[in-house]
Nanobody, 117 residues
Framework: VQLVESGGGLAQAGGSLRLSCAAS????????MTWVRQAPGKGPEWVST????????FYLDSVKGRFTISRDNAKNTLYLQMNSLKPEDTALYYC???????????WGQGTQVTVSS
């Protein structure tokens, strides 16, 4: 199993970034997937989850209306479109595969998102 994030970088407040997570080594379409972030000096924070078909999505309250999770099962890729970015969105963003409803068994290496004010 391999999860590889990309798309992070430096953005100004109010800007946008699109994160990608390329999955391999398993049947991507059969797993719920999640984005988790970790800000400097803080613990991991769940951001968003998507079900296998992509129809059901769930968001942290602070990102609702700004972030959109999606997936392309034909390309084995998970996405996170982040708009109206805020400095408090600065974190290392990870994609993770669900083992159960609230447990993850594989994580990527993370991609850094830095938002300047």
């Amino acid at each position: 199993v391999q999860l590889v994030e990309s798309g992070g970088g430096l953005a100004q407040a109010g800007g946008s970034l699109r994160l990608s997570c390329a999955a391999s080594g398993f049947t991507f379409s059969t797993y719920y997937m999640t984005w988790v972030r970790q800000a400097p000096g803080k613990g991991p924070e769940w951001v968003s989850t998507i079900n296998t078909g992509g129809r059901d999505t769930f968001y942290l309250d602070s990102v609702k209306g700004r972030f959109t999770i999606s997936r392309d099962n034909a390309k084995n890729t998970l996405y996170l479109q982040m708009n109206s970015l805020k400095p408090e969105d600065t974190a290392l963003y990870y994609c993770a595969r669900h083992r159960s409803s609230d447990e993850y068994d594989y994580w990527g290496q993370g991609t850094q998102v830095t938002v300047s004010s």
